[in-house]
């Protein structure tokens, strides 16, 4: 497996970058002068979901996707 990376395979995503590979994608993180708006954009993000679904639903789907994220590891 190489591990050059091809510059024409990675795409701006919301001011991070991600790296379309054969494998999969990988999340590069964003330049650190753009984290604190890309937190602040997250944490509306996630309060509108809350909103929308319920804190009960929204804690379920958490919790189911941290499950599936350990299963990954």
Do not use: C
């Amino acid at each position: 497996m190489s591990t050059q990376i091809d510059q024409k395979n990675i795409r701006p995503v919301h001011g991070a970058k991600r790296l379309l590979s054969d494998s999969g994608i990988m999340i590069v993180p964003p330049p650190e002068n753009l984290r604190p708006l890309i937190d602040q954009e997250m944490r509306k993000i996630r309060l509108d979901l809350m909103e929308k679904m319920g804190q009960e639903a929204y804690g379920e789907r958490i919790r189911q996707a941290n499950e599936e994220f350990e299963l990954l590891r």
